[in-house]
């Protein structure tokens, strides 16, 4: 679904895919606890995250939301 979306949204928003494992500072500091976890940023602050898996339509829904 973030691949296809990612290609959807090309040039509008940025999808960054992190390793957990390899990168554990990351979640650390943005107080991730559980995998998935989707955060939001705009203007290069956080602005939203969501928790476990979503489906497209409801994620679309939120992530339109972040661009108005």
């Known amino acids: 679904m973030i691949d296809e979306?990612?290609?959807t949204y090309a040039g509008k928003v940025t999808f960054v895919k992190l390793n957990t494992?390899?990168?554990p500072?990351?979640?650390q500091q943005?107080?991730?606890m559980g995998i998935?976890?989707?955060?939001f940023f705009k203007?290069?602050?956080l602005v939203?995250?969501?928790?476990?898996?979503?489906?497209k339509g409801p994620?679309?829904?939120r992530l339109k939301k972040h661009l108005a």
């Open 25 to 27: 500072r990351v979640p």
């Open 59 to 61: 994620f679309e829904a």
């Open 5 to 7: 979306l990612a290609k």
């Open 21 to 23: 494992d390899e990168n």
């Open 30 to 32: 943005f107080m991730v």
């Open 36 to 39: 998935p976890t989707l955060l």
């Open 43 to 45: 203007d290069g602050k």
């Open 48 to 55: 939203d995250q969501v928790v476990g898996a979503m489906p």
